[in-house]
């Protein structure tokens, strides 16, 4: 048995893979049979993934980067209060790999790695049924937690892309995917390339108090009576309502 907690931390997004170091088909069918126990609704368990290795892997990558050279993913917007995440993400990485701002060429090979899985070996595709909604998506969702701490356990590392989805036309494709699944995510998985400065990084998270709420009780006047996690009462409801807790 693996340490989970250990697992957990050592989970991160791996920005390049040893292109020329198999993943054992083993060790991907034993993350699997893990993945598979993910609580979902009813039990229909919704995920679907379609993996893609050697010369389809290959087909794939090549049509994914021609159609990226011509023109952006179609992926859905990121509304205006979240883009500081990305922004903040995004400097950490680029910054990582010691590319500028104003290199724009060196930003732009590096986004087109998104399309090549960067160089991972093994290219998934995470999709759902069409008529399914967002309580379906979250037990994809679990679905997919699983499967990557499974694989982080067994010395692989992943990565999750939403930006493979932009482009459904050309997966369909390349890839026997029906018609009523939507295609949610990529997902590279390979052995981490140890020289590949970003696959070191850590990228923070937001403290507890930021995103987690305990209520304790409700008095006669209806006021919640809450603790946030580091015990104090009452402030993380008075600071969210005036925006305080979004901007921690």
């Known amino acids: 048995?693996?340490?989970?907690?250990?697992?957990?931390?050592?989970?991160?997004?791996?920005?390049?893979?040893?292109?020329?170091?198999?993943v054992p088909h083993e060790l991907v069918i034993e993350a699997l049979h893990l993945a598979v126990h993910a609580p979902s609704n009813s039990n229909i368990q919704p995920w679907?993934?379609?993996?893609?290795?050697?010369?389809?892997?290959?087909?794939?990558?090549?049509?994914?980067?021609?159609?990226?050279?011509?023109?952006?993913?179609?992926?859905?917007?990121?509304?205006?209060?979240?883009?500081?995440?990305?922004?903040?993400?995004?400097?950490?990485?680029?910054?990582?790999?010691?590319v500028a701002r104003q290199d724009k060429e060196a930003r732009r090979v590096a986004v087109l790695r998104n399309w090549e899985f960067f160089r991972a070996p093994?290219?998934?595709i995470v999709c759902?049924?069409?008529?399914?909604?967002?309580v379906d998506a979250l037990g994809v969702g679990m679905f997919l937690q699983n499967?990557?701490?499974?694989?982080?356990?067994?010395?692989?590392?992943?990565?999750?892309?939403?930006?493979i989805?932009?482009?459904?036309?050309?997966?369909?494709?390349?890839?026997?995917?029906a018609e009523n699944l939507r295609i949610?995510?990529?997902?590279?998985?390979g052995y981490p390339d140890?020289?590949?400065?970003?696959?070191?990084?850590?990228?923070?998270?937001?403290?507890l108090e930021a995103n987690v709420v305990f209520v304790d009780d409700v008095d006669e006047l209806g006021h919640q009576h809450t603790d946030n996690v580091s015990g104090s009462p009452a402030t993380l409801v008075h600071d969210a309502a005036h925006g305080v807790g979004g901007a921690r």
Not at 170 to 176: G, K
Request: hydrophobic share 45%; aromatic share 6%.
């Open 48 to 98: 679907r993934l379609v993996l893609a290795s050697g010369p389809a892997r290959a087909r794939l990558v090549g049509a994914l980067l021609e159609r990226a050279s011509a023109g952006p993913p179609q992926v859905p917007k990121l509304p205006a209060r979240f883009t500081c995440a990305r922004r903040h993400l995004g400097a950490l990485v680029y910054g990582s790999m010691g």
């Open 194 to 207: 140890p020289e590949f400065p970003a696959n070191r990084l850590s990228t923070p998270r937001n403290p």
């Open 184 to 189: 949610l995510c990529g997902l590279a998985i």
């Open 147 to 163: 499967l990557l701490l499974a694989l982080t356990a067994r010395g692989l590392g992943t990565c999750v892309e939403v930006s």
């Open 122 to 124: 093994l290219a998934g």
């Open 165 to 177: 989805a932009g482009y459904p036309e050309t997966i369909r494709d390349h890839l026997p995917i």
């Open 1 to 22: 048995m693996f340490d989970l907690e250990r697992t957990i931390l050592d989970r991160r997004s791996i920005r390049m893979f040893l292109a020329d170091r198999p």
């Open 128 to 134: 759902m049924d069409h008529d399914l909604g967002f």
